[in-house]
């Protein structure tokens, strides 16, 4: 469904196309409570009050789940299943779509859209789901690589384990921040010779604070301890996708992640984007990614071949003394 056959006015620019409709958790000012809501164009539908006033009646499926949108994140309503979350967006592209099967709902509802239908500037967005755990992976051969070059140089920026098994490190989930909330400038113990022997660490505030540009993964729910989910059913535990700034202190990063890994220079601060697209959404992006040149081990392969996103991203820095700079632009390729 593409954004002109919606009977809101929806920017061609605009990133909340009724061919999305991602979801969030959002407040305002005259109702503080924290509620699920899903964007499109320049609204946000506050999901809470279309479920109270039967917006989704014509989703008989629906009514024994409806207390999911009381809640003040979307774990339980991802939790519901992917089969669930495209029903319940394909729905609400019925609602909104111009001449679609449901005008009484919200398109002909005036008191209807004047309590849900709410203004995204009016709307302060807010964590969307609560996490209690957080991966962060090595995904992206040329991300590896070029963060390995940093720390070993380009003969041994990858690792021999890189081509078979996925690597990884537990984040810190505490400090998974909404965009927009403000990050202070981290301290830890840094080298400031690199070349002195024996190297003597201070403790300084980071002088090579990073950015990563990366996509984050919600897992819908949870399996039993010890009970691995089988890799052709994991497309099945996947809610959605946001955009993801893993912050990195490098310098402090250097000194401390021999021998276990990443610590304080990785876990000061991960910002995500507040609106989750569904990985329906994404799945008209799918296309095969790069050859491994290793065989993987049979419980590691997938029986789909198209399972790289394709999605362009655009880094744009913003500095006191000008407007706004475009570093880079790149066609980014997420392993999913």
Known sequence: ??????????????????????????????????????????????????????????????????????????????????????????????????????PDVLRDNKSLQETALLPLSGVQNHLPLAIGDYTDFYAGRNHAFNVGTLFRGPENALNPNYHHVPVAYHGRASSVIVSGTPIRRPRGQIILDPAAEPKEPTFAPCKRLDIEVELGMFVSRGNELGKPV??????????????????????????????????????????????????????PFRTKGIDNPISLQSYLQQEREDLILKINLEVVLRCRKTSKTSITRRYFEANS
Do not use: C
């Open 1 to 102: 469904m593409t954004a002109n056959k919606a009977w809101v006015q929806i920017s061609p620019r605009s990133p909340f196309s009724s061919a999305n409709i991602p979801f969030g958790i959002i407040s305002t000012t005259s109702d503080p409570i924290h509620r699920p809501a899903a964007a499109i164009g320049d609204f946000a539908l506050d999901l809470s009050a279309f479920a109270r006033a039967d917006g989704f009646s014509k989703l008989d499926g629906l009514k024994p789940h409806l207390g999911v949108f009381n809640s003040n994140v979307l774990n339980d309503f991802a939790a519901l299943g992917r089969q669930t979350h495209q029903v319940v967006r394909q729905y609400l592209q019925s609602v909104f779509a111009k001449d679609g099967p449901y």
């Open 230 to 283: 089988p890799i052709n059913r994991a497309q099945d535990y996947i809610f959605g996708y946001v955009l993801m700034n893993d912050w990195s202190a490098r310098d402090v990063q250097m000194w401390e992640y021999v021998p276990l890994g990443p610590f304080n220079g990785k876990n000061f601060g991960t910002t995500i984007s507040p609106w989750v697209v569904l990985a329906d959404a994404l799945e």
